[in-house]
């Protein structure tokens, strides 16, 4: 069964640096998310991607965070400086339809960050 | 913007007890799905249901979009049931924003 996959799993960083979060979406999914869960709290929705550009953004999604599909399969999530506030849990979903005709969205199994 | 409601927020059960989770939402929604957050914190799909009645195994679900609520059943619920199940929906007309509830911790005793 096709699935999303999430490279590394767990990654620890220094504040300051940079993270890129890595993702494989379902090879013939179109919509392309993260989200991030911060320890003991809901979901979150970061971002949506479509057609090589962003669709929509949340107010968690500023200037430190930046989205990238550099070939046909990767999608990736780069956090700039890492603050200890982006610890979390870090999904990467995908679905085959959005808008509204928004279909199931698949997610990872999650790269969990942990800031020091 | 949407709001979503799940409860209880906590609950213990007997292994081969049934329960009923339940997701509330403020809005009329273009589709909802339920996820289980397993302890190593992997999201499982369970079902995505944006109205009417489905089963799984032991699990299943039901939608009354109208009434703006949802139900996860799990009946002779097992050790490995433990974990959060989120209900999640789309609000009408938005592209692709999942908003999640908070979550009902579920554990199962052997």
């Known amino acids: 069964e096709p699935e999303v996959t999430q490279t590394p799993s767990h990654q620890v960083t220094q504040m300051g640096q940079e993270v890129i979060l890595r993702c494989v979406p379902i090879?013939?999914?179109?919509?392309f998310y993260w989200y991030r869960q911060i320890l003991g709290q809901k979901v979150e929705f970061l971002v949506s991607?479509?057609?090589?550009?962003?669709?929509?953004k949340s107010e968690i999604f500023d200037d430190q965070f930046s989205v990238e599909r550099p070939d046909g399969s990767n999608f990736t999530l780069k956090i700039r400086s890492t603050k200890l506030e982006d610890s979390a849990m870090y999904f990467c979903a995908s679905s085959r339809t959005s808008g509204i005709f928004t279909g199931e969205l698949f997610f990872g199994e999650g790269s969990r960050l942990t800031v020091l | 913007g949407i709001q979503v409601e799940q409860s209880p927020p906590d609950l213990i059960l007997q292994e081969g007890a049934n329960s009923t989770l339940r997701c509330n939402f403020s809005d009329s929604v273009n589709n909802l799905q339920w996820f289980h957050q397993n302890p190593w914190g992997q999201l499982i799909n369970l079902f995505y249901i944006p109205s009417g009645t489905k089963q799984n195994g032991r699990l299943s679900a039901t939608t009354v979009a109208t009434e703006r609520y949802s139900l996860l059943y799990i009946s002779s619920s097992q050790t490995t049931d433990s974990g959060v199940y989120f209900c999640a929906v789309f609000g009408s007309g938005n592209t692709g924003k999942l908003i999640f509830g908070q979550g009902t911790t579920l554990q199962v005793k052997p």
């Open positions: 991607f479509y057609n090589n550009e962003i669709s929509e």
């Open positions: 090879s013939n999914h179109l919509y």
